[in-house]
């Protein structure tokens, strides 16, 4: 069986773990509504919010960018199938 690979939006709820989500979009300067289409993997965050999601996600830049990248395929992919 293949692993998926994580994206943003999986790590986001992961590292959120049922907490509170007004520090979170606070400390990662976008609006609620914006957070929780992130977390639910509705959108993906723009590159220029890779520096706070490092920093928030505790990983380096490169990873982030990385991982922004997959998810904006895997959402694509998702669209395309109608999910």
Same mark, same amino acid.
């Given at each position: 069986? $293949? ?5 943003? &939006? ?6 959120? &773990?049922?907490?509170? #989500? ?6 990662? /300067? ?9 977390? &639910? ?7 220029? /919010?890779?520096? #706070? =999601?490092?920093?928030? =996600? ?9 991982? =922004?990248?997959?998810?904006? #395929?895997? $959402? %694509?992919? %998702?669209?395309? #199938?109608? =999910?």
């Amino acid at each position: 069986m $293949a692993t998926r690979t994580k994206t943003i &939006a999986d790590l986001l709820r992961q590292k959120r &773990a049922g907490g509170a #989500k007004a520090p979170i979009y606070r400390r990662l /300067h976008v609006s609620p509504q914006t957070y929780d289409a992130w977390e &639910a993997g509705m959108y993906v965050p723009s590159p220029e /919010h890779g520096t #706070k =999601l490092a920093e928030y =996600l505790e990983m380096d830049e490169r990873e982030v960018a990385w991982l =922004l990248y997959v998810s904006s #395929k895997v $959402a %694509n992919s %998702n669209r395309a #199938k109608g =999910l």
